[in-house]
């Protein structure tokens, strides 16, 4: 994820954060920004069937939860996250189950699904969820206006932090990872593309409109999965990757990101091991879009202020790339530790620039990272400045978006790779740590228990 130059939030909620300001003794096993009960049931799988209309804002559809039990103990419900979702009915082996919704927070409402007593002893469930979205957090409706080419409206989500709670009721948390699936149907006129290693072509069905095939085969964080529909055209740019955008700016994408975008993923390789994730396209959105950059894995969406023409801010796709690692494949299990994210891909990401252009380079780059970092040191609350921010279930994550998880993370692997004899040997490391926790989610402690693991000499030495 990146942010774009003067658009980083300042949070308007930071005074709600860790008020004593106390430190933070034990990690936080319970993720405090999801009410969905993981420690009783995890998600197994998920597939939507929806169909977008663009005249109402709204997706309908329903929703297959396969649900597995988590613990011994036998649970008369399941509580999923769910925020301005209409639900219609909720059933599983075509018997209608009880549901009702209870307030959570601000940013996200717990949907309380009643187990019969036959459904209570079983190790898997499978609810079916009928629902209405498109008002939520999740989903940017743009007008044709508000488009490059102005010729057809543009739907796209955006699911980080704890947004998809508003596309589908779900177990919205970085914690448990999952499988998932989707059919989208939508008019004709519209291509819809979506973060999943394998598609299908779309059919056309009875009524004139297409059915668009979407299967993600590999498990993860509901906050990665995102979906785009539009005036959308591709064009290919490596032996794995295509870069999709309204036709108007196709030709344009296609020069800036040819061949560059390869050479990235196999310096990746190279460094951290096996790309698992099939596809990674490109996705250059509206000029509207106000990120720089969203690593929705296989579908990474960027902001069109990248074609320059001169490939100078692929740099950005060098840093999503690197969360093909870092992130998408070991995830931090809280957003309190989005370091884990963010600061080991600022890492990899610069690994890579220094293998492609050079330390010199890498090395403005960084001080320009740390320039941004002491801008936020000198006016965030201090918990903000923490590796380790403190949450409650008051405090949207989003509100805590700054500089820190980003450059004091990266300072802080920087710090890890100067106890070791070189750039190779943390190389080693960083690929073992991937082997190791790829398709799971992670606290500090299995970073630190790994690390003392590989270099047991470290345990206890006192830094100079």
């Known amino acids: ?245 309204e036709p108007c700016l196709l030709e344009k994408a296609r020069s800036e990101f040819d061949g560059v975008t390869e050479e990235y993923i196999k310096t990746g390789e190279r460094l951290f091991g096996p790309y698992v994730w099939r596809r990674y396209d490109l996705l250059v959105m509206p000029p509207s879009f106000p990120y720089g950059g969203m690593e929705n894995p296989c579908l990474t969406f960027v902001t069109p202020t990248l074609l320059v023409g001169d490939r100078s801010l692929t740099d950005v796709v060098m840093h999503e790339i690197s969360h093909s690692w870092f992130g998408n494949l070991v995830t931090n299990a809280s957003w309190s530790e989005f370091y884990l994210n963010e600061g080991f891909t600022m890492y990899a990401q610069r690994r890579i620039c220094t293998e492609l252009l050079g330390k010199a380079y890498t090395c403005l780059e960084a001080a320009t990272g740390r320039a941004l970092l002491n801008q936020d040191l000198g006016h965030l609350d201090p918990n903000l400045t923490r590796l380790r921010v403190i949450l409650t279930p008051d405090v949207d994550p989003d509100d805590t978006y700054c500089e820190t998880p980003y450059e004091k993370g990266f300072c802080f692997v920087s710090y890890l790779r100067s106890l070791v004899s070189s750039d190779e040997e943390f190389d080693a490391f960083l690929a073992a740590y991937v082997e190791k926790f790829q398709y799971r989610s992670v606290l500090s402690e299995d970073l630190f228990g790994f690390f003392f693991e590989r270099f047991p000499h470290l345990k206890g030495v006192e830094s100079k």
């Open 1 to 245: 994820f990146v942010f774009l130059p003067l658009q980083r939030p300042v949070p308007p909620t930071w005074a709600r954060i860790n008020p004593r300001g106390g430190p933070y003794a034990m990690a936080q096993r319970k993720d405090p920004s999801s009410v969905a009960n993981v420690d009783v049931y995890v998600p197994k799988h998920f597939h939507v069937d929806i169909e977008i209309d663009f005249e109402t804002k709204s997706v309908r559809g329903t929703e297959k939860l396969i649900v597995k039990k988590n613990a011994k103990q036998e649970a008369s419900e399941v509580i999923l996250d769910c925020h301005a979702v209409d639900v219609k009915q909720i059933t599983s082996d075509g018997v209608p189950l009880e549901f009702h919704v209870r307030s959570f927070t601000e940013y996200g409402s717990a949907l309380h699904v009643r187990l019969s007593d036959s459904l209570r002893g079983r190790e898997e469930i499978t609810l079916e969820i009928a629902f209405t979205a498109g008002s939520g957090h999740a989903f940017d409706w743009l007008k044709k206006e508000q488009t490059a080419g102005k010729k057809l409206p543009y739907l796209y989500t955006q699911g980080q932090s704890v947004l998809n709670r508003s596309f589908f009721p779900c177990f919205d948390s970085p914690a448990v990872k999952c499988t998932w699936s989707a059919a989208v149907k939508i008019a004709s006129e519209f291509n819809v593309v979506m973060s999943a290693s394998d598609w299908t072509p779309p059919v056309k069905l009875s009524d004139g409109r297409l059915q668009y095939g979407f299967d993600m085969k590999i498990p993860v964080p509901v906050y990665l999965v995102a979906l785009a529909a539009g005036d959308i055209a591709s064009a290919r740019i490596g032996p794995r990757s295509h870069v999709w955008t």
